[in-house]
Nanobody, 115 residues
Framework: QVQLVESGGGLVQPGGSLRLSCAAS????????MGWYRQAPGKQRELVAA???????NYADSVKGRFTVSSDNAKNTVYLSMNSLKPEDTAVYYC?????????WGQGTQVTVSS
């Protein structure tokens, strides 16, 4: 069983920055494929960034050059650093872990970009 807990969301002005954290428990963290997703009101959940075997594999085109995903295996934590935030980045951000067909989600953290 894997538990994922996101934190770090909040209200930020356009152009600002936030760093989200996803703390994982109950597993050997580095053996899972990890990802960040987001869901804006009235829209489908979409992939923001993904890591496989500890290496970053892809970013959504809309966040390339602005968002960076990283991990600290010693802390079982994945981070999403978000810079140059735009109002369209407003969404609930979810952490995701996958391995051998099992998929786990965190509860999500709200990010609101507004002046």
């Amino acid at each position: 069983q894997v538990q994922l807990v996101e934190s770090g969301g909040g209200l930020v002005q356009p152009g600002g920055s936030l760093r989200l954290s996803c703390a994982a428990s109950g597993t050997f963290f580095s053996s899972y494929d990890m990802g960040w997703y987001r869901q804006a009101p009235g829209k489908q959940r979409e992939l923001v960034a993904a890591m496989r075997s500890g290496a970053v594999t892809n970013y959504a085109d809309s966040v390339k050059g602005r968002f960076t995903v990283s991990s600290d295996n010693a802390k079982n934590t994945v981070y999403l650093s978000m810079n140059s935030l735009k109002p369209e980045d407003t969404a609930v951000y979810y952490c995701n872990a996958q391995r051998l067909g099992y998929v786990y989600w965190g509860q999500g953290t709200q990010v609101t970009v507004s002046s």
